[in-house]
């Protein structure tokens, strides 16, 4: 066998097995529940010959919800990580501005 030859066999063989991967992914994707019409289009990604598998895994979502005690359901949402409100330092603040203040005036 020449060297063409067998670079044409490896890259055949890896062709069969993505394409083999993308039906399987494909069996995987109709048993699951959801729309029809988004089943059909992820199966049209699916089988773009060599890249489909690729691109489906990038925009296939197969995580579980988070359970409803670890959502941060809360009033006033997640922009502050945990650190409080946005008023909890008002007054210290404050004081720190007219000590800030006082400072300066001073001669």
């Not at 359970?67 to 990580?81: E, T, Y």
Request: hydrophobic residues 45%.
């Amino acid at each position: 066998m020449t060297d063409l030859a067998a670079q044409n066999a490896f890259l055949i063989i890896c062709f069969f097995a993505i394409e083999i991967y993308a039906v399987f992914l494909g069996v995987k994707l109709f048993k699951k529940k959801g729309h029809m019409a988004v089943k059909l289009l992820m199966t049209l990604v699916l089988f773009i010959p060599f890249l489909g598998p690729i691109f489906y895994l990038f925009i296939s979502d197969d995580t579980p919800a988070q359970p409803r005690r670890m959502q941060n359901r809360s009033v006033g949402g997640s922009n502050l990580w945990g650190w409080g409100s946005y008023g909890d330092n008002k007054r210290a603040e404050a004081e720190y501005r007219s000590k800030k203040n006082m400072e300066k005036s001073d001669p």
